[in-house]
């Protein structure tokens, strides 16, 4: 039986690294395997506190949000600022406007990049409210977005995805409210937000993404659900909302929890395959979202290169963990490691552990 299908994992998701002009038309070419036409783009400067910034090709490449804060959507004025367009294989930038992390003069610059379906978008009904999706299924991505109707019961959502997602952000497009984020191993009727860094709550700020009934989604539906906190989360009426859903695929991606040891023979995380990218939170008590990649680092193990996805601050230097052939393992005892402590985690490939040809990985 083959491993995964998915033998190279840079079809599907890259991590750019460049330095920005601060004018129209940079254009930036992706380095991986494949070509890789972007239809989620994060960008993040690295030398600079600047905030986060995304945009994805269902909304427009000129509609951006801020990872890290509340704001509602952004729009740029023009066709040459912040990002220009979704290319070939890469993207291209332009004047700073809204996101100094896109190109600001002389900032070194990364932007994490998952594909979905080059923009080209379909009407769903699966759920209670009507949404529009972009989907990849080999690789298990969605971009979803959908407009509230402000019930105050449980509502419904349909991904696309044809498996249930075990992954979800949504953000108010309209409103200064929270990210909301569900992932796999959070407990029961509990979230977490994005931009800050509380634990996971199940108080009317946090009641989404789940339901009474302990799943909050199926194969065809993510749910949003009841009271009056979780309605201006997730579901005010007349308010748009945009999601990225994500399910598992093996080889590809991976979404759980694990427990630290508090220990610098840290706790080991199996994934499957050799990461590309980690983002990993403690869920029981407050913590930063930490990210790290396998291009920012200078040597190839341990990884220690990092940012915070809920600060604009720059990148930051501290030794957590390696990435080897099948997961990676913690080399400190610190907070993210935290002795008996549950974190939760996202993670993408750089390449499968085995391939669908039986060729094994090897570690960095």
Known sequence: MAYTNIDDPSAHFQTALYTGTGSANNAITNDGNSDLQPDWIWFKSRDAGNSHYVVDSSRGRDKGLYPDVINAEVTSSGSTTDCQSFDTDGFTVGTPEDANSTNSSSSTKVAWQWKANGGTTSSNTDGDITSTVQVNSDAGFSIVTYTGNGSTADQTVGHGL????????????????????????????????????????????????????????????????????????????????????????????????????????????????KPAWVMTKEIGAAGAWVMYDNKRSTTSNPQDKYFSANTEDAEATFTQYDFVSNGFK???????????????????????FTTSTGVPCTAR
Request: with cysteine; glycine share 12%.
């Open 330 to 352: 913690f080399r400190t005892s610190g907070s993210e490691n935290s002795s008996g402590n549950t974190h939760i985690y996202m993670a993408f490939a750089e390449n499968p």
């Open 162 to 273: 044809g498996v249930r997602a075990n992954a979800v952000l949504v953000k108010n497009r309209d409103s200064a409210v929270n990210w909301v984020v569900y992932v796999d191993g959070l407990t029961v009727n509990h979230c977490l937000e994005l931009n800050t860094t509380d634990g996971q709550s199940d108080s009317t700020q946090g009641r989404v993404l789940s339901s009474s009934a302990g799943s909050y989604g199926t194969t065809s539906i993510f749910t949003l659900r009841s009271g009056s906190g979780s309605v201006i989360q997730t579901n005010t009426s007349g308010a748009d909302y945009v999601a990225y859903c994500f399910a598992e695929k093996q080889g590809y991606s991976k979404f759980g929890k694990y427990v630290g040891n508090g220990n610098a023979d840290g706790t080991f995380v199996y994934t499957g395959f």
